[in-house]
């Protein structure tokens, strides 16, 4: 009995030590000088499934799948992405592929699909993985859940 009386003390104490303290939620961490378009609106705020957090409408998703013009584009590489903060709405990729934003397109080896995206710079070696939105990860058929590899270009 008396090793248990201890034992529940000792668990009782451990929300006092620091490393068991709430820390601060952080997520991925833009360059305060570079910003993601301001967006029309974002998800709900008791948004739970894909297409809750998917707000762009049909238009923009046209508008993001049409073909690249022919000539004018340039390969950047190709990039392993992951999902990134599915309430930034909108079609962009946060890369080490670029230095300044710049409008690109992705495209998925995978499914063939590709989608018209803001590239953003992050920090990084060139080799260094990227994020994508939500919305242009469903349009390219990346399973959310996968780190698909992704050839960018820029221009077009």
């Known amino acids: 009995m008396g090793i248990l009386?201890?034992?529940g003390l000792s668990l009782a104490a451990c929300g006092k030590l620091p490393i068991f303290k709430e820390r601060p939620e952080t997520?991925?961490?833009t360059p305060a000088a570079v910003t993601r378009p301001e967006p029309v609106s974002?998800?709900?705020a008791?948004?739970?499934?894909?297409?809750q957090f998917d707000t762009t409408t049909a238009?923009?998703?046209?508008?993001?799948?049409?073909?690249p013009k022919p000539a004018g584009e340039k390969a950047l590489g190709d990039t392993v992405a992951s999902l990134g903060d599915p309430a930034a709405p909108g079609f962009w990729l946060e890369t080490p592929l670029v230095s300044a934003p710049a409008k690109g397109r992705v495209l998925n080896p995978a499914t063939g699909k590709s989608a018209q995206v803001d590239l953003i710079p992050i920090d990084g070696p060139k080799t260094a993985g990227s994020r994508i939105s939500l919305a242009a990860m469903r349009l390219i058929e990346a399973p959310l859940t996968d780190l698909p590899t992704l050839k960018v270009f820029t221009g077009g």
Do not use: F, S
């Not at 008791?46 to 297409?51: I, L, S």
């Not at 238009?59 to 073909?67: S, V």
């Open 46 to 51: 008791g948004a739970r499934t894909v297409e």
């Open 59 to 67: 238009d923009e998703r046209k508008k993001a799948a049409a073909a």
């Open 42 to 44: 974002g998800p709900p």
């Open 5 to 7: 009386i201890l034992g």
């Open 27 to 29: 997520g991925p961490q």
